[in-house]
């Protein structure tokens, strides 16, 4: 008789012989600028702690706090038995924070994009999703019942093309969704909103933005990317974001009106049926907030250091791509070259991991950076160094 789980060594080796399988470098002690992993001392230079804030003092004592206020479990999903004061303290405070209406809490921002968006569109509607999506994206339209459409990447004109096309449609969609992350997660590059958001809107199109690499990056006190646009809160409808990045944290969440949060936490099922989040992290989270409008020069510091990583990455010859973000991609060609880029750098002391296939095209395997406000100067030269060094033995500049 045929083994029915052979398939799972087999495609595992597979990947392993295509130098496509995930190799995981376990940290022993918080995200910091040096961490310890797999025990050996190395600058932090792709995680998504923009800010340092994981391990910040204030984040950590109020977490500390809830447990002894409110335990370590919340006992249930939140519409049954598990909205705690915290959960609703926490929405009030980034509704203000996004200058929106109301904002809500899921669990993750993949819980977010997989309960939300088949919710916004269904049977008889349309959504339109740029081609370089988050793969949590790719996964809430899949599970709607919508037809789907995609346009050229972060291109409002061709965005303008498939939303004339549809409006040709036979029988009229229901409803248009126009869906784009904010900051693209492989490239860096920013979404241009203000004219994705005046094409929806000529075309009564919504808009549903993924800010999950812009929130405590771009705009004003690092508001994200409708606050870096300046643009009005009836130009975009859903502002989605997780807490799992430059806040440090875990957690999704989305800001838009009062209609908005009341219909997705009685619609979204990743909300409804999957328990909330423990009184530590929803206190982390709020503290988060405070940190952000109290500390303003972690998003300075996050800037500085991008601003001179990319000019001397690029002066000494490396492929950066397009990224106008403090991600950045050094993109070398096929995986294997990746691979050996990334384990070259970690002798060298630079943690930074490759980024292969299917995550991103066969031929555009990288090394994707991303810079951190806990980093020094001195932390910033070394890993320039470093990437020189291992540019430089592997023929790659
Ligand atoms: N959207 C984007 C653009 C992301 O990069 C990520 C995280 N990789 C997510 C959503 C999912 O967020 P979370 O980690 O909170 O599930």
Known sequence: MRDPTSFLGEEYRQLVKD??????????GPSAPWCEIDGKRVLMFCSNNYLGLSNHPKMKEAAHRAIDTHGVGS????????????????????????????????????ATNAGLIPQLAGEGDLIISDELNHGSIIDGVRLSRAERAVYRHADADDLERVLANAEEHVPAYRRILVITDGVFSMDGDIAPLDRISAAAAKHGAMVYVDDAHGEGVLGPGG???????????????????????????????????TDLVKFAYNKSRTWLLS???PPPVAAA????????????EHVERLWTHTRRFKKEMRDLGFDIGKSETPITPVIVGESGRAQKLSLRLFELGV????????MVAKDKARIRTIMNAALTPEDVTTAIAAFEKAGRELSLI
């Open 19 to 28: 130098d496509l399988d995930w190799r995981l470098r376990v940290l022993q």
């Open 75 to 110: 006992g249930s999903v939140r519409p049954i038995a598990g909205t705690m004061d915290l959960h609703m303290e926490l929405e009030r405070r980034l509704a203000r924070f996004k200058h929106a209406e109301a904002s809500l809490v899921y669990q993750t921002g993949f």
């Open 223 to 257: 508001r994200g990317i409708v606050a870096h646009f300046g643009l009005a809160r009836d130009r975009v409808h859903v502002e989605m974001g997780t807490f799992s990045k430059a806040w440090g944290v875990v957690g999704g969440h989305i800001s838009g009106s």
């Open 275 to 277: 328990g909330s989040h």
């Open 285 to 296: 989270c709020l503290a988060a907030i405070d940190v952000l409008e109290s500390e303003p």
């Open 351 to 358: 943690f930074a991991l490759p980024i292969v296939y299917p």
